[in-house]
């Protein structure tokens, strides 16, 4: 088991209570995939370097895990078709 980080952009016209709802499902992609969540740090609403999508900015989450590496590419597919989840970032940490 090795350890990664994911950080995730959430849009932002999903309100407080919504954010909670797609932060658990993004949890539970790791999850299903045999991840161990460590911790999930919520960083709020911040300035996009460039516009997505007509949008200025979004909600970073940075997730700390352990899974397997061979079921990142699983993870990285349910994550694209994630519409609340406007990017994403997976590294390796040693």
């Known amino acids: 088991m090795k350890k990664y980080e994911l950080m995730f952009i959430i849009n932002p016209t999903i309100l407080e209570e919504g954010r909670e709802t797609v932060i658990a499902k993004v949890n539970n ?22 516009p997505i999508d007509k949008k200025k900015t979004g909600f970073y989450v940075l997730t700390t895990l352990e899974m397997d590496g061979t079921k990142l590419t699983e993870v990285e597919s349910k994550l694209n078709i994630t519409e609340e989840v406007m990017r994403y970032i997976v590294i390796k940490n040693d």
């Open 29 to 50: 992609i790791l999850t299903t995939a045999g991840a161990t969540v460590l911790k999930s740090e919520k960083w709020g609403e911040r300035k996009l370097a460039y």
